[in-house]
């Protein structure tokens, strides 16, 4: 959607391209799904499923209740401009925001676990000029988000900076990004920095009161439509009559669903998808083949990297002196060579020594053991003491193409870019 409009006025304009009786499947119940979900209603279609592998929605805007307190695993913050569309859902189901100017962001050493403030504002204004210059050439592009700078720069953000006089890359938007679970910087297009940056100025920062979760909670128990969860997809059939679909209940039968039309979001298990960072590129537990796919969609998701994105989860007995707020370990977020290693940490509440830790794997040798043995060592060379771990969840987040794939598809509008 257009994030220049309201999305009431988008909606006014657009019509149903099927009848609205349409038997419509979507395969996960995340932000994608729900989304997708919200928009069909709008529309006026009326037999609308989603399927959902896990007990509830939300997908990696997970949100858990530890210890009384609430958590949000993957997705958890907002800026005031860069979200309309969620802005608008916060409005319209009631969800409750709270703002972050208390949550401190600092660069802390893994070594001694003393720490220093970082100032975001003074570090992002070295980047204002080429992002408004981008975003100007952008608006003749007639496209939206990264794909509107897609064909102007495609190059590695290293080569990038370099060709337009930024010397150095400024700290805090590196640590951001690659904190977030976006990817080294060195490895990425600048079209993907780009877009950071810019929802990044955006305005102050947001968090849901009751966990992420909950906006997503409040969406599905508002639409009209049916959420299935506990049911894995393990098999979609794509047919001239219609989509077929073979799933695992929450009775653990394997139950055959017909549908008209199917859309598949989220994390979804193609072979063809590789692993960001993964040594031959290749998954050492490969995803299975749940859909049959034609040659071109093979040869586009042969160019999707997705990467292992760990959120470890601890009780930690000796940081009551580390305040509540985002802490990045800029040894390991500088050097993509240390990839296992924390690359940020955060307090959620002040009251408690509940601690989350942030990570990449690749999907080979460094996995959800390995990462969390790396947590535990930064830890206690922090002098800190593991009384448990508590959880850890790995998330395969951000699909995205490297900057060949974009330079192979010039100009073209693929989902994943």
Not at 215 to 237: A, G, Q
Request: include cysteine.
């Amino acid at each position: 959607m257009d994030p220049g409009k309201s999305v009431e006025d988008q909606f006014e304009k657009l019509h149903p391209c099927l009848p609205l009786n349409t038997r419509i499947g979507i395969i996960g119940g995340g932000p994608s799904g729900l989304s997708a979900a919200y928009a069909l209603s709008k529309l006026g279609y009326t037999d609308v499923t989603i399927l959902e592998k896990y007990h509830s929605v939300g997908g990696m805007c997970e949100s858990v209740e530890i210890e009384g307190k609430i958590y949000d695993l993957g997705g958890q913050v907002l800026a005031a401009n860069s979200a309309p569309v969620i802005f608008h859902l916060v409005r319209e189901f009631g969800a409750e925001l709270e703002e972050m100017d208390s949550h401190k962001l600092a660069l802390i050493d893994s070594f001694t676990g003393t720490y220093q403030d970082i100032n975001v504002a003074d570090d992002y204004i070295s980047l204002i000029s080429l992002t408004l210059e981008l975003q100007e050439k952008a608006k003749d592009s007639n496209r939206i988000g990264v794909h509107a700078v897609s064909d102007i720069a495609s190059d590695l953000t290293p080569a990038y900076l370099g060709a337009h006089g930024v010397e150095s890359f400024p700290k805090s938007v590196q640590y951001g990004y690659t904190a977030s679970g976006y990817g080294f910087v060195q490895d990425m297009p600048y079209a993907y920095i780009h877009e950071f940056t810019r929802t990044s100025m955006a305005g102050k920062i947001r968090r849901f009161k009751g966990g992420y979760t909950s906006l997503w909670e409040k969406i599905s128990d508002s639409l009209p439509i049916k959420v299935l969860h506990n049911t894995e997809v393990v098999s979609v059939k794509r047919t001239a009559s219609g989509v077929y679909v073979d799933a695992v209940s929450s009775r653990g039968e394997v139950e055959r669903m017909e549908f008209d039309k199917m859309i598949i979001s989220g994390s979804f298990p193609f072979k063809n998808v590789k692993t960001y960072r993964s040594p031959a590129l290749t998954c050492r537990e490969p995803g299975k083949e749940v859909l049959d796919m034609g040659d071109l969609e093979k040869e586009l998701f042969s160019k999707v990297r997705t990467i292992d994105y760990y959120t470890t989860v601890l009780k930690i007995k000796g940081f009551q002196h580390i305040p509540v707020g985002f802490y990045y370990f800029g040894e390991y977020v500088d050097d993509p060579s240390t990839i296992g290693n924390p690359v940020a940490m955060q307090r959620f509440h002040a009251d408690t020594d509940i601690f989350l830790f942030w990570s990449y794997g690749n999907s080979d040798d460094v996995v959800g053991l390995v990462v969390e043995e790396l947590v535990m060592k930064a830890v206690k060379s922090m002098r800190g003491e593991v009384e448990r771990v508590i959880l850890q969840r790995q998330f395969k987040y951000f699909p995205h193409v490297d900057s060949e794939g974009m330079y192979d598809f010039p100009g073209t509008s693929y989902s994943f870019i």
